[in-house]
């Protein structure tokens, strides 16, 4: 009986987090200086719009720096009480990023509908300088998110898609400020808030359902174990596989475990280096763990009754 474990970690991997670093750090400081300049605004022109948006500013710094504090606090070595160390932690603060854009979008429906209501007079001149400034300032920060990896790191991705979300809220804002400057819309204020909020919703809950099924050990979605286990069963030798496991610990780090039953001609360490060489180069599996048996003798750990 024996084991086996590949663990391989690329260049391209630490590109790419030092990128996410630098990317989430700039953002942060862009957002988090707006954010105070559209509060303000908001208040003096009595728009809901602008205030939404400054409250959707508000959890951006918030995402955005919780999402920086999870990267430095997954780069912390593993410890024997963390033996996969803190990377995880990176996904926790994509699923709170998803469930505050849910909040968020909760919320401005709220107030939207009392607004629709009773359309408050708001300071249309205003509100458009405003809101125009804080597109360019989320443009600017979704620009420099994009540098990082944002379709492989969920947790950077949840941090863009906040970003994405309050420059949608800019544009919404802009919009409602047209229309009540050129034909006295009042009711386009709420209107667009609404738009906004139903965008915030749909990315806050893709993210969340992403963040949740990592976190429940869910096969990574380009990992399908039914295509794994017969390439496996193809390898000379190998009678059968069986207690296959395919997971991520945080975005980008799929793991594998599986047991391998070869037959008495199999040779343990031969079988053990294909398998992993087949995982990495068809699969792009690097941490593997797989336990390699002799079929006459049956799986250890189960007294010959593996399933």
């Known amino acids: 009986m024996g084991h086996g474990h590949s663990h391989g970690h690329g260049h391209d991997h630490h590109h790419h987090h030092t990128n996410n670093k630098k990317a989430l750090l700039i953002s942060f400081l862009l957002i988090a200086a707006f954010m105070v300049v ?6 003096l022109t009595n728009s809901l719009a602008l205030l939404s948006d400054a409250g959707h500013m508000l959890s951006d ?34 699923a709170l990023n998803g469930l505050t854009l849910i909040v968020i979008s909760l919320y401005i429906f709220y107030e939207a509908y009392h607004r629709l209501l009773d359309p408050p007079q708001v300071q249309s001149l205003g509100m458009l300088a405003i809101s125009a400034t804080g597109l360019i300032v989320n443009i600017a920060a979704a620009f420099i998110l994009m540098r990082g990896d944002t379709e492989g790191n969920l947790n950077v991705r949840s941090a863009f898609l906040h970003v994405l979300g309050d420059m949608l809220g800019s544009v919404g804002a802009i919009a409602a400020a047209l229309f009540i400057y050129f034909l006295g819309w009042g009711i386009a204020d709420p209107i667009a808030s609404v738009i906004v909020a139903a965008l915030v919703l ?18 990574p979605e380009a990992l399908h174990p039914d295509e794994i ?45 294909e398998a992993q060489t087949l995982l990495h180069d068809k699969f792009g599996l690097d ?17 010959g009754t593996c399933n």
């Open 287 to 303: 941490h593997c763990t797989i336990q390699v048996e002799r079929e006459e003798l049956g799986c250890p750990s189960h007294h």
């Open 61 to 94: 710094a918030a995402a955005l720096g919780l999402s920086l504090f999870a990267i430095k606090l997954g780069e912390r070595k593993a410890t024997s009480t963390k033996t996969y160390g803190y990377k995880r932690f990176e996904i926790i603060a994509a």
């Open 202 to 219: 749909m990315s806050g809950w893709r993210v969340t359902k992403d963040s949740y099924h990592i976190l429940m050990e869910g096969v």
């Open 38 to 43: 559209e509060v303000v605004g908001g208040l």
């Open 229 to 273: 286990k017969p390439a496996l069963m193809e390898m000379p030798y190998v009678k059968d596989v069986h207690d296959l496991h395919v997971w991520s610990i945080t975005s980008g780090v799929p793991m594998l475990s599986c047991h391998i039953t070869i037959s008495a001609y199999g040779e343990h360490d031969v079988i053990l280096n």
